[in-house]
DNA sequence: TCATGTTCTTGACACCGTGTCAAATATTTT
DNA sequence: AAAATATTTGACACGGTGTCAAGAACATGA
């Protein structure tokens, strides 16, 4: 057996950071080698092929990304748990990987448009695997919010909800680039399923 | 003068059929001149560039769309108008272009993922012009309302939550395809809005 | 040490999609 | 009828994905 001249994971990382910042469309597996010191047919030869890789990448990122919102969900008030929650949620789209911070440019990933506009059902799978666990931590969350009388409502659909805000927020990020805006959406969303700051 | 062998508006409906099916991405426009009997080259020459040509096929939907939805928010209660605007919502980018049905597939340039996936800047800015004129309608609605009663809040957060919870839903769509699912998210977000239904 | 097998690497190739261009073509105008 | 003008057509360049065969590097067994 030959070795790998290359390390699988280095790889992997820099990919993410290409794909997350030009598009899966908008990078080439060349982009990627000379990136990484590789030859190109050495990544078909490892991964097998664009979306193999893309989609290896991915998981690594969800893994990560999952980690960071579950630690953001577990600290204070309900409240202070959901507006930490949102919080990153608009820093992660709009900022790049959540560990090393990739200042410019916004991802798409977290919007599930790779499939259709390159990718396939993999992908697509992927993302809505990704969803549905955000979904089930926001959901304890509420429950646990509920047992302790900071919430009164429906754990699974006020979660649902605020996961739909959640990547509507990221489409409208995409759209307009307006933090401040969409940290005011994020703080009504907040006010509408808890009820008002106030009262 | 030369006249032209193909009819200009056709060409724009064909094409904007084929980017909604099979995404900008996945369609070619070797494709689109298959389809509508046209040389490619013809194409070039009157539209310039693929993303020309989409960005007019778009701006055509968009009135289209804008028309639909403007119907849909003026018949009835303001309840009735958010119902009418969210099964809209939902109904389109889960059947085709508004008019005529396009029965299989979802779309996705309702998600503004054009941008950074194949296209530049100009999509991006044509749907936020979209996304904006929407929220202005849904806003009007939601003023109105508030002046016959039916709704006390503020009316530019409540549209824009509401926008953003149509743009998340066209997110979730692409991830589950779950139709109910998506009813039932907008069920309670009229009902977050507006205050519960039996209330 | 050397031969062998396995895996990785490398470069060439095929294929498709976008976009450009010049030559040919079809009309209108003079 | 000739000129002017816009469209069509086919050839081409370029870049991206993916495949393949041949070469290269290492592990193992003799």
Request: with cysteine.
């Amino acid at each position: 057996m030959r070795p790998r001249e290359f390390d699988h994971d280095d790889v992997l990382r820099i990919a993410f950071d290409q794909f997350w910042r030009k598009g899966v469309r908008g990078t080439s597996l060349s982009d990627i080698a000379r990136d990484a010191g590789v030859q190109r047919g050495s990544l078909y030869n490892a991964f097998g092929s664009k979306e193999a890789l893309f989609l290896q990448a991915y998981e690594r990122y969800a893994g990560d990304y999952l980690i960071a919102l579950q630690k953001a969900l577990s600290a204070g008030s309900l409240r202070k748990r959901l507006t930490a929650f949102l919080d990153l949620t608009i820093t992660n789209f709009r900022s790049g990987i959540p560990p090393r911070g990739c200042p410019t440019t916004r991802g798409l990933m977290e919007l599930g448009a790779a499939e259709g506009e390159g990718l396939d059902d993999d992908a697509r799978q992927a993302f809505a695997n990704l969803v549905s666990r955000i979904t089930a931590l926001v959901q304890d969350t509420l429950s646990a919010g509920a047992e302790r009388g900071e919430f009164n409502g429906n754990p699974a659909a006020a979660a649902l909800h605020i996961i739909t805000v959640t990547r509507g927020l990221a489409v409208l990020e995409r759209a307009f680039g307006d933090e401040p805006q969409l940290r005011k959406i994020a703080a009504h969303t907040i006010d509408l399923v808890l009820g008002k700051k106030g009262s």
